[in-house]
């Protein structure tokens, strides 16, 4: 019987792993899928009082001007379609850790022990720092933001024949919120202030890889300023104090980053002194002399 050339046997050998990798990527995502499907099941059982949490923001906004806290359904599938939304963004949120372990089990047996000791603190933060972003946007900021855009309402008035006014009647403007764009607004905004606080998580893993510096966060700094501004009055209506509030939330979050890759580099540098394999850059070296 033939033997199969050496360069074929070689071949044969390098694609089991990939094939065994495939296999068991296949495997995380559909246990990932099924405990999406499961939450996302179990949100829509509950859609309801889901629904009310989210709208406590615009209820408080309404009670305060003595208004009555109700949402319109314009489209006659549009409160199905808000339960399906719900459901969606609630089967991620509880399916998240399911996510998150499988995502860790499939990338753990590629990192050595000091990698894996390095990478699980940053996916428990993650979405720890994710829902206190949230948590932030459902209690200072949703509540500045919708009584800012219901201050725009006015009452009617109607002028009576015996009375002079400049103007006449004038017309009311009264919120008849719709309640599937209430919906996603608000959830725009929690996964906004969700996502912006991950930012102490991403630089600080960039720091630990060296793909970043302290010094080189904060010589940009004057740039990320500018970065915090600009998504600050993209995130958030235009409300001053609510832009003031966003842009010195994220920017101490910057700061405590570059503090967090300081901490870092300090860390390395003293076990590579203690190793023996710490050398001087030249710039230190002559800043030394």
């Not at 019987?1 to 990527?25: G, N, R, T, V, W």
């Not at 003595?66 to 399916?95: D, M, R």
């Not at 510096?213 to 004057?222: D, I, K, P, T, Y």
């Amino acid at each position: 019987m033939a033997k199969k050339p050496a360069q074929e046997e070689e071949l044969d050998d390098s694609s089991a792993p990939l094939i065994e990798h495939l296999a068991e990527l296949r495997s995380r995502i559909i246990w990932s899928m099924l405990a999406f499907i499961i939450a996302m099941v179990l949100c829509y059982t509950v859609w309801k009082p889901i629904y009310n949490i989210l709208t406590q923001p615009i209820c408080a906004a309404l009670d305060a001007r003595g208004q009555n806290c109700q949402l319109q359904i314009i489209k006659l599938q549009e409160g199905f379609f808000t339960a399906i939304n719900i459901s969606f963004f609630g089967g991620f949120v509880l399916a998240f850790p399911v996510i998150g372990y499988q995502l860790w089990r499939f990338v753990a047996p590629g990192l050595y022990r000091s990698e894996k000791a390095a990478f699980l603190p940053f996916l428990i933060a993650s979405p720890v720092m994710f829902a206190i972003g949230a948590a932030f946007a459902y209690y200072v900021i949703l509540p500045m933001a919708y009584n800012f855009f219901l201050g725009f309402q006015q009452a009617p008035v109607v002028a009576t024949p015996d009375e002079v006014t400049a103007t006449g009647n004038v017309a009311g403007i009264a919120f008849q919120g719709s309640m599937q764009e209430y919906l996603n607004l608000t959830i725009k905004f929690l996964l906004a202030f969700g996502l912006s606080f991950q930012l102490p998580v991403a630089l600080t893993l960039l720091g630990k890889a060296g793909l970043v510096s302290s010094s080189g966060l904060a010589s940009v700094r004057r740039y990320a300023v500018v970065g915090i501004l600009v998504l600050a009055a993209i995130a958030t209506p235009p409300d001053v104090v609510s832009q003031i509030v966003l842009f010195s939330v994220v920017y101490a979050l910057y700061e405590v980053s570059i503090q967090l890759v300081r901490r870092i580099e300090k860390r390395r540098e003293a076990e590579l002194r203690a190793q023996g394999l710490w050398e001087e850059d030249e710039e230190t070296e002559e800043a030394a002399k």
